[in-house]
């Protein structure tokens, strides 16, 4: 199966639940970039890990009273689905800092559960973020809902791009289709994305016991 698109695909270790040591180690291995969800689990390990040249993604929901942490300590938030989430971020986050590396999180599959705006909402909220001193938008994410259908998935994907592109032709300067994960990073890598957020197939199933 051909490639939708030739674009460089960044691998995103997702880091959370996993130990300092275990960032480390993989670090060591040649990765960089570590996406997390818990902010308090992450300022632990940024702490731990200070003396490392490391690059932090947040990529679970954004609570409003944890916007400012988040935007004084990551690099990028991959998880922006509404404009009051945007202003927080944007607001809170270092003049000493660049911008914020953003994504909105679109809900691709309308799931009631999964958070993310829906593809009718994207244009106007990216044009809200356009406008944030503090920000700078770089693309879109999509978590879909799980599926072993390779047709279904790409289809999912297909539709995420598709809507960067839009996106791109009306004048947003977009570079980043984060998308795929460990279990349907294959259908993503097809269908263009360009950073793959994978856990489990880089750190191992964790032992819930």
């Given amino acids: 199966m051909e490639r939708a698109a030739k674009a460089p695909v960044a691998l995103l270790a997702v880091s959370k639940t996993w130990p300092a040591q275990a960032v480390r180690e993989a670090h060591a291995a040649g990765q960089k970039a570590f996406g997390e969800s818990y902010v308090q689990e992450a300022l632990g390990k ?10 932090w993604h947040f990529i679970g929901p954004v609570q409003g009273n944890k916007a400012r942490a988040i935007a004084e300590h990551f690099d990028w938030v991959h998880s ?16 000493n800092l660049p911008p914020l590396q953003v994504c909105i999180q679109v809900n691709i599959s309308g ?23 503090n920000l700078r938008l770089r693309g879109l994410m999509a978590i879909p809902e799980p599926t ?32 795929g994960m460990s279990e349907d990073m294959e259908s993503a890598i097809l269908e263009g994305a360009t950073m793959v957020r994978v856990g489990s197939a880089i750190f191992g199933t964790r032992d819930r016991k």
């Fill in 111 to 133: 799931e009631d559960s999964k958070s993310g705006i829906a593809p009718a909402g994207v244009p106007n909220l990216a044009k809200i973020i356009g406008g944030l001193p």
């Fill in 148 to 179: 072993r259908d390779e047709k279904l998935q790409r289809a999912r994907f297909s539709e995420l791009r598709k809507l960067k592109e839009q996106l791109c032709a009306s004048g947003f300067d977009l570079d980043t289709l984060s998308m």
């Fill in 46 to 55: 940024m702490k731990e890990l200070s003396d490392l040249d490391l690059e």
């Fill in 80 to 95: 922006v689905d509404r404009e009051k989430i945007a202003q927080k971020l944007s607001e809170a986050r270092p003049e």
